[in-house]
């Protein structure tokens, strides 16, 4: 009993965490306060709608500014299956999914980018991927390097380990 009271108080405080983070980047300008629409944008930044009755309900508690504090903000997301369902890792479309996936890419891309420019060159590339060939490696870039510039962008390795072809 001891052992799920503990991982419960270390999953509770990561989600804390999880939540003050969306929180601070939602806050654009740091007034300690979000627009009802910074909300909406938290989720819409990953490509997750936010139905009107979402809308409504965050209205609710907004001020006549159509803002929330840090505070009403933490107190909503923890109560709201909502915003919950956004934090399960384990659904690859909610927010926290999303997240991780990019913070994983993005180490991921550093590993690559040996010389850190920015890019991954075909040599980079080589580098790590040891047991590809150099056809493989060309026909990655063929198919990846969507700008033509011989070398991949955060944005195109990212599609690529997403395998979005888009």
Do not use: C, P, W
């Amino acid at each position: 009993m001891a052992a799920f009271m503990v991982g419960k108080s270390l999953k509770d405080r990561r989600q804390h965490k999880a939540i003050e983070e969306l929180f601070d980047n939602a806050d654009k300008n740091g007034n300690g306060r979000i627009s009802v629409q910074e909300y909406v944008n938290i989720f819409s930044e990953h490509g997750i709608t936010v139905d009107q009755e979402e809308v409504e309900k965050i209205s609710q508690l907004a001020n006549d500014a159509r803002e929330v504090t840090k505070d009403e903000f933490i107190e909503y997301a923890k109560r709201s299956d909502f915003f919950k369902s956004q934090l399960d890792k384990t659904d690859g479309d909610s927010v926290a999914a999303k997240r991780e996936a990019v913070a994983k890419a993005e180490r991921a891309f550093r590993l690559f980018d040996k010389d850190n420019d920015g890019y991954i060159t075909k040599e980079e590339f080589q580098k790590i991927s040891k047991k590809l060939s150099r056809e493989q490696i060309e026909a990655v870039f063929a198919k990846f390097d969507k700008d033509g510039d011989g070398v991949l962008s955060f944005e195109e390795f990212r599609k690529m380990l997403n395998k979005d072809h888009r």
